[in-house]
């Protein structure tokens, strides 16, 4: 008894016996040939200006303040033996661009932005207070619920949701 059923699922994939031939393809947006085109813009920003990380990748550079060697790597760390006695390792070799932020060096491609100042006293901050004291036994306002004050934890209701009358 053959299958009544398909057991490859949708979409069907073409081979050589059912093949419909070519689809229509969308039209390039490109007409250029690849490397005449990165010359021109938006392409060539991309290469224009170098990064902070593929500056410090080229053979030509040199960084006057990284350290050398591991003597180096210690005299600049900000470890105090004086103040900061018994130290870890890891926490004695912490140098000054982690810690601080006066360091005076560039480490990233951000440009820093200052927090707002904020004008509080400028602004006037309004106060609302209620005339009148509310109970703290009253009900009024709080969120519908069995086991509110009101219902002597939850036990004082009746089968049917009604109250039960003293």
Known sequence: ???????????RFENDVTFTGEKKHKKLLCTRPAHLAQIEQPWCRLNDGATLTSLRRNVVYHDEEAPRDSLDLHLKAMYNQHKEFLKTKNQALFQRETLTEDHGRVLKNRVRKEPP???????????W???????????E??????????????????????????
Not at 117 to 127: A, G, Y
Not at 129 to 139: G, T, W
Not at 142 to 166: L, V
């Open 129 to 139: 207070s209620n005339s009148q004291k509310s109970s703290i036994h009253s009900i």
């Open 1 to 11: 008894m053959p299958f009544e059923r398909d057991p490859f699922p949708f979409p």
């Open 141 to 166: 306002g709080a969120i519908e619920c069995h086991h509110n004050a009101s219902t002597n934890r939850g036990y004082s209701r009746k089968h049917d949701g009604g109250f039960y009358s003293a």
């Open 117 to 127: 100042k904020d004008d509080v006293e400028k602004e006037q901050i309004k106060v």
